[in-house]
């Protein structure tokens, strides 16, 4: 049996990321292919406590716990759910893995790239994605749709301009340096545009 693929979908807060990962479900499972979709820090019992102990805004976390906590969380998911999948040939889709931590933590948080990536490395075994879809979106774009959606913004939504302006330029720098793997996506555009990008960006890792 043919090995499966790993699909991760990256990006700011607002950027769009859970209404493309739901339309990338129902293309991909149209065409006849086992797909399941996954989101990070989550998709397992463990990896789940973690999400709610990070995301919590009554708590002060420290950038090297946050970071941490975030490969800790993604270990478990690897070893509990990713490895099994792709070893059954499914396509899995998920929602954050190793760049957003690159990103909010390396370049967020300070922390520096080359640490964070290290951490990670370890956490998931050495697992890269197949092809990762940047949704771009301006900070402050992506702001106002979390705003729109009227939810109490968690611990990392409630950071400053500043430090979302960095993480979008992590993003940036990423996908210069990997732009095999790295699609970037105009997120500001209607959703049934990206989601065409999108299934464009990943249609030979469909056949």
């Known amino acids: 049996m043919a090995r499966g693929r790993l699909v991760t979908i990256e990006g700011l807060d607002g ?17 006849g292919q086992r797909v399941e979709l996954l989101r990070e820090p989550g998709g397992v019992a463990v990896s789940e406590r973690i999400r709610a102990l990070v995301k919590d805004p009554s708590l002060a976390v420290s950038p090297r716990a946050e970071a941490l906590l975030y490969a800790a969380a993604r270990a478990q998911l690897v070893e509990e759910r990713l490895d099994p999948l792709l070893g059954e040939g499914v396509f899995v889709l998920l929602d954050r893995f190793v760049d957003s931590s690159l990103a909010y933590q390396g370049a967020g948080r300070a922390l ?26 301006s900070p402050v774009a992506g702001r106002a749709r979390q705003y729109e959606r009227a939810q109490e913004p968690d611990r990392l939504e409630r950071e400053s301009e500043s430090f979302f302006a960095a993480v979008a330029s992590a993003y940036d720098d990423l996908a210069r340096e990997e732009p095999g793997r790295i699609r970037a996506l105009d997120a500001a555009q209607p959703r049934e545009r990206v989601l065409h990008d999108a299934l464009a960006a990943i249609e030979d890792l469909l056949a």
């Not at 769009?16 to 991909?28: H, N, P």
């Not at 520096?112 to 979106?137: K, W």
């Open 15 to 31: 950027a769009g990321k859970s209404t493309l990962a739901s339309g990338l479900v129902r293309e991909i499972a149209a065409r």
């Open 112 to 137: 520096g790239a080359d640490e964070v990536r290290a951490i990670n490395l370890f956490a998931t075994g050495g697992l890269v994605p197949d092809r990762t879809l940047l949704l771009r979106i």
